[in-house]
């Protein structure tokens, strides 16, 4: 256990529609890290949040958006689902210098 | 823009040998962690082993090693012994480190599916 929640486990959506996934980070980690794993794009960095605030930006498209809450927990929003959007996506959280998964939220557009 | 490279998609070898998974990388930072993590069918990555690119001496955890090879940008992981539990994906990632402290996100490569025949 990596001590990351992630919820839900899976999600099914229909295309046009908008989800919220959720990651709680390990007890004490300011950082927050959301990937995207897809066939044809691999394993990719969305955005980073640290203590409340975004720090980095990676291929993030301009239909997701992500927030990190006081308590730290973050939640990654996606809008106007679209059929490609179907992935694996991971929250992961840093003390600094190593990253902890959590088991991911499966997300299938139809 | 950094990018990390695995050039074998699959590999195979058998129970109790030694395996090598190759993996280069590119990037002008000089301040920079290296990884391996394995995603198993549960889904979860798994942190591997971890090399800090200031650090010579190549990183050991148990039957896991890395080659690293800092002028060269090569990072590789040998894995000895080799186990039928070891039969899952492996990525090799990069990450930044911030001078002020903290961290980029990962980047990975697309990944190795290491096979280990009985």
């Known amino acids: 256990d990596s001590g990351v929640t992630q919820t839900p486990k899976h999600l099914i959506t229909a295309t046009g529609q908008r989800v919220t996934l959720r990651c709680s980070p390990r007890?004490?980690?300011?950082?927050v890290y959301w990937y995207q794993q897809s066939l044809d794009q691999g394993l990719q960095f969305l955005i980073q949040?640290?203590?409340?605030?975004?720090?980095a930006k990676g291929n993030i498209l301009e239909r997701f958006s992500a927030q990190q809450f006081p308590d730290l927990h973050s939640e990654l929003n996606l809008s106007s689902l679209e059929l490609g959007d179907s992935a694996l996506y991971f929250c992961?959280?840093?003390?600094?210098?190593?990253?902890?998964f959590g088991q991911g939220t499966r997300l299938t557009v139809v | 823009a950094q990018t990390v490279t695995q050039s074998q998609p699959e590999m195979s070898v058998q129970e109790a040998e030694t395996v090598t998974l190759s993996c280069t990388y590119d990037?002008?930072?000089?301040?920079?962690?290296l990884f391996w993590y394995k995603q198993p069918p549960s889904r979860q990555m798994i942190l591997v082993i971890r090399?800090?690119?200031?650090?010579?001496q190549n990183a050991t955890e148990n039957r896991f090693s890395v080659n690293f090879q800092k002028a060269a940008k090569s990072f590789s992981l040998k894995i000895s012994d080799s186990q039928l539990g070891d039969t899952v994906m492996y990525f090799c990632?990069?990450?930044?480190?911030?001078?002020?402290?903290?961290?980029?996100?990962?980047?990975f490569g697309k990944g190795t599916h290491l096979i280990i025949q009985p």
């Open positions: 007890s004490g980690d300011l950082s």
């Open positions: 992961a959280s840093s003390p600094g210098g190593e990253a902890f």
């Open positions: 090399q800090e690119a200031y650090k010579q």
């Open positions: 990037t002008s930072e000089n301040n920079y962690y």
């Open positions: 990632a990069f990450m930044i480190m911030y001078s002020g402290g903290g961290a980029d996100g990962l980047t």
């Open positions: 949040y640290y203590n409340g605030e975004e720090r």
